[in-house]
């Protein structure tokens, strides 16, 4: 399996634009890069930049950063 779908919210509180400790689906394997079956929670504060940053290092992009991140989700690497 080479898919890669996310699903879930952009923002958690549209009057403020709080855009961090959002819940998110990840389905796919990755080509085998990722580890399935499981519940992650990230530490409070985690950006949802760092998982679009994450996938997309995942799939092969050689990029340090993705708007404002700061930092990769790395439970989600095999």
Known sequence: DN???TY??????GATHQYFDLPMIVAGKGQGQIKQG???KCKSG???SNLWLTLA???GLD???FA????VISDLWT
């Open 63 to 65: 990029i340090d950063s």
């Open 46 to 48: 985690t950006l949802n």
């Open 38 to 40: 499981r519940f992650i």
């Open 68 to 71: 404002d991140s700061n930092g």
């Open 3 to 5: 898919s890669l779908v």
């Open 57 to 59: 290092n995942l799939m």
């Open 8 to 13: 879930g919210a952009g923002l958690g509180d």
